[in-house]
């Protein structure tokens, strides 16, 4: 069974900051991993999508790295803003057709 | 488009009662998906549907949840009877195809059974 961790938990950071988030998992058999973003009370918006042949995407700032063979994915956040703040969620969607997610990582960016 | 439609957007009721909760995906999308998301355990896959017709309901937790979809338009999860650990936000999302495409979320339903 397919587990998604995601570290850290929280980051707070201020203005202006480069910033990495991590997911990692356990079973490499994937067709894609996608990072959302959630803000408090709605609903989740796809950031990227990386295909399992894909080692990255990128849109605007930032950028999603996947190494399929290691079993982790990181989003690179540049120059990071107030409005980045939500909670970024990693999901991988296996080939068992089964999209699990990890428990998000809770970015403040603080002015 | 509208992205996706869930209503209501709150629903407070009873334990035993039956709670309905309503879904319009994004007009073309032949995939639908029912999703849970707790403090607990997080963002759970509970249903989901390929034109009109149930994959897989592994996720769904008991006899007491059931998932329609009567058109492309249209998708309902029912409980009854309602118990407080039911409380969640319950989350529709669509996409054009499971394994490559990028799923759109609608804004949620949150549900609080007292």
């Known amino acids: 069974k397919q587990e998604v961790t995601q570290i850290p938990a929280a980051l707070s950071v201020p203005e202006g900051e480069n910033l990495v988030l991590n997911c990692s998992f356990t079973?490499?058999?994937?067709?894609?991993l996608q990072w959302f973003r959630q803000d408090p009370g709605k609903g989740l918006t796809s950031l990227l999508l990386i295909q399992s042949s894909q080692r990255e995407q990128t849109s605007g700032r930032l950028n999603a790295s996947l190494d399929k063979s290691s079993g982790r994915s990181t989003l690179y956040i540049a120059a990071s803003q107030p409005g980045d703040s939500a909670t970024y969620l990693c999901?991988?969607?296996?080939?068992?057709?089964?999209?699990?997610f990890g428990a998000g990582t809770r970015l403040t960016v603080k002015p | 488009d509208a992205g996706v439609i869930q209503s209501p957007r709150h629903e407070v009721t009873e334990m035993g009662q039956e709670v309905t909760l309503r879904c319009k995906p994004i007009?073309?999308?032949?995939?639908l998906f029912w999703y849970r998301q707790t403090m607990m355990r997080g963002l759970e896959l509970l249903i989901y549907?390929?034109?009109?017709?149930?994959?897989?309901d592994s996720g769904m937790p008991e006899d007491r949840f059931s998932a329609k979809m009567p058109n492309a338009s249209f998708s309902t999860l029912k409980i009854q009877p309602s118990e407080p650990r039911d409380s969640a936000v319950y989350f529709c999302?669509?996409?054009?195809?499971?394994?490559?495409?990028?799923?759109?979320f609608g804004p949620g339903t949150r549900l609080t059974v007292l």
């Open positions: 549907f390929n034109n009109n017709v149930p994959i897989d």
């Open positions: 007009s073309g999308h032949d995939y």
């Open positions: 079973d490499s058999a994937i067709y894609n």
């Open positions: 999901a991988v969607n296996g080939e068992d057709n089964d999209m699990r």
């Open positions: 999302a669509s996409s054009v195809n499971r394994g490559t495409d990028t799923q759109y």
